[in-house]
């Protein structure tokens, strides 16, 4: 199959709420990097005015080769399943993981050993799985998520963030911004840095802004409350900015002391637009940031406040690490991660369902039948525990009779042997998801908490 005749469901669940999240702005990206290929996509898998969807019947996304899903939510993992009832593959892409969900929200760090069984389990039901980092990728390795996972980065909008400087001088007037100003963009978590970055402030005497929403109600978090109900007399919370040029032409030092990311979309635009950056030194942003060259990396509020005193006192320092800064960026421009994801879909899409088979030699499932005919051979598996956590139960009702098997819906067999068409003439399939509904329905609500886990 060529990429040009591929089609592609991108479905952000919770797509409303997130839209000013990490991941929103993440999905943004990859819509917009494969505006730019011969993909066709779709975000919608119901279309209005569609046919009665009551189960099994419906179909979501009936013209598309694959479905792309961009969090774990519940109905993100009930169309992983449909997409497999009708011979579909699936990825799923990890932007929270349960390292990063801890400290975003009240009682988050709590819920995370939880999330992450959950995670593990959902994400083990896709058939690849990307995430922006190798930090990631070991981590989902960890878990163990059972399912190829591919390093893919979240890119950075440049076209977005083109003509910022125009709105410095009415940015600063606004916040009452004078001489070097330290500044975040994004959401204001504890997982952030927001103590690290108020104990700073409050040695320092230079203007500290975060440029971001903020919770207030009872799913805030202790540190947050505390911190924006009282901040320091040198430190300003603007909450949600129209345009968020302005926070990163207003700023002149990008502080953002994080905990803990997948890689940090902010970080990679402060960058691209030429700012001098302090970040944490932490595993993920090895592999892409070098101390000294286009960023500082501290580990200790002393660190980071001597960091910040070292570029207030010095714009040649912040002009030079801020011009290798947008080098860095530059590398992941939308237009190189358009192509990657293309490619990765055309791959993924062509081994399916044989090559997908072959890459771990794993062949099992065989049903008896009663009808003395030759039994259906040669089921794929990729993993035997990772497929029966997606096929837990299926009934195959025949004309003869119903039959319980753990074999997948999905009939594409290798070398010949029943295809989907000739299994799907004769047998009619239908998945219970009761177990998997029941997995999810304690930890759905959750979700709708989610502002800014990538």
Known sequence: MSIMSIQVLNYLEFESKLQ??????????????????????????????????????????????????????????????????????????????????????????????VVGKYLRWAYSKADMVLCPSSYTKSTLESYPVEAPIKIISNGVDLDALSGYRSLRESYRSQYNLEGPVVFAVGNVFERKGLTTFCNVAQKLSYDFIWFGPYDSGPQASRSVRHWTSDPPSNVTFTGWIDDVRGGFAAGDIYLFPTKAENQGIAVLEAMACQKAVIIRDIPVFEEFYTDGYDCLKCSTEKEFMTAVERLAADKMLRDRLGSNAQSTAAKHRLENIGMKLANIYERLIEQWPRQLCQERQIQIGKTSRQDNSEPITGFCKNDVQWRRHRFPHLLIHTSQQWTASHIPFRCGMIDGVTTTEQCTSSIHTQVSMKRDLMNILSVAFHFHYMTDLD
Not at 21 to 29: K, P
Not at 74 to 91: C, E, K
């Open 20 to 113: 000013r999240s990490g991941i929103g702005t993440a999905a943004r990206h990859q819509r917009e990097a494969l505006a730019e290929t011969d993909i066709s996509v779709t975000t919608r898998p119901w279309q209005p005015g569609s046919p009665d969807t009551r189960w099994p019947q419906f179909q979501p996304a009936p013209g598309a080769d694959l479905f792309h899903l961009n969090i774990a939510g519940p109905h993100s993992v009930a169309l992983a399943s449909l997409a497999h009832r009708s011979n579909r593959p699936v990825i799923m892409h990890a932007h929270v993981t349960k390292e990063d969900f801890s400290e975003s929200f009240r009682g988050s760090t709590s819920f995370a050993p």
